[in-house]
């Protein structure tokens, strides 16, 4: 090696080193090791953010849906749309209904108010038609936590992006609104440098688009 390549090659060293140093993330079980995504500086806007771009789609109907982030005004709706759908009470749990309701409501809002204020391993997804939550959808990020997927085999990968909880109101559906959360998720995932997207079928799921 020249002395010219020497001297650039420790102007580089240098360069790495001055700049953010990067950490590990070590999964000892797999024996595997990873860097970990840098954190946002406050105030800053995180590259979830960055990668949904709001859209306002024309449906088949002539009708218009917008497609864009979950909302805080929005998460009491999208509280009340996943309870529709998605709550069910055992027979033997009947009489306790109205209290199991409300318990399940609390957490599921309480989860959804976090991902929209805080969570960066997730993206929440809300379609609205003018001012009213129509549908939502929600992507895992990789290694990022998979809600409601956690005893579905087989198992998706962890670093791969996870699609699940494609919601639509009832009098909305067969309008394409739920073709449209995925569109917008896919081009999420895109936008992030993610290349692949896994999602629970109907074998497992029944349609809620």
């Known amino acids: 090696m020249t002395r010219r390549a020497v001297e650039g090659a420790s102007e580089g060293r240098k360069g790495v080193l001055d700049g953010p140093k990067p950490s590990l993330i070590v999964d000892l079980t797999a024996g595997t090791a990873r860097i970990a995504p840098p954190r946002r500086v406050r105030g800053a806007p995180s590259p979830k953010d960055e990668a949904v771009k709001r859209v306002t789609v024309e449906m088949k109907d002539a009708g218009n849906v917008s ?3 979950l909302e805080e005004e929005d998460v009491d ?4 749309l996943v309870m529709d759908l998605f709550f069910k009470v055992r027979p033997q749990d009947f009489l306790a ?5 409300f318990e399940q409501a609390q957490r599921v809002r309480a989860g959804l108010m976090e991902g929209v204020k805080n969570a960066e391993d997730r993206i929440l997804l809300a379609a609205k038609v003018g001012n009213v939550l129509v549908g939502i959808s929600e992507v895992s990020l990789p ?3 998979r809600y409601g997927a956690e005893k579905l085999q087989p198992r998706a990968p962890k670093d791969k992006a996870y699609l699940s909880d494609v919601a639509v109101s009832p009098t909305q559906r067969g309008r394409g609104i739920g073709k449209q959360l995925v569109l917008a998720a896919e081009r999420a995932m895109a936008n992030m ?8 079928n109907f074998v497992t799921a029944s349609p809620k688009y």
């Open 143 to 145: 290694y990022g936590k």
């Open 77 to 80: 709706d999208a509280t009340n």
């Open 97 to 101: 209904k109205n209290r199991l309701k």
């Open 193 to 200: 440098g993610e290349t692949v997207i896994y999602s629970e």
């Open 67 to 69: 497609i864009g982030c």
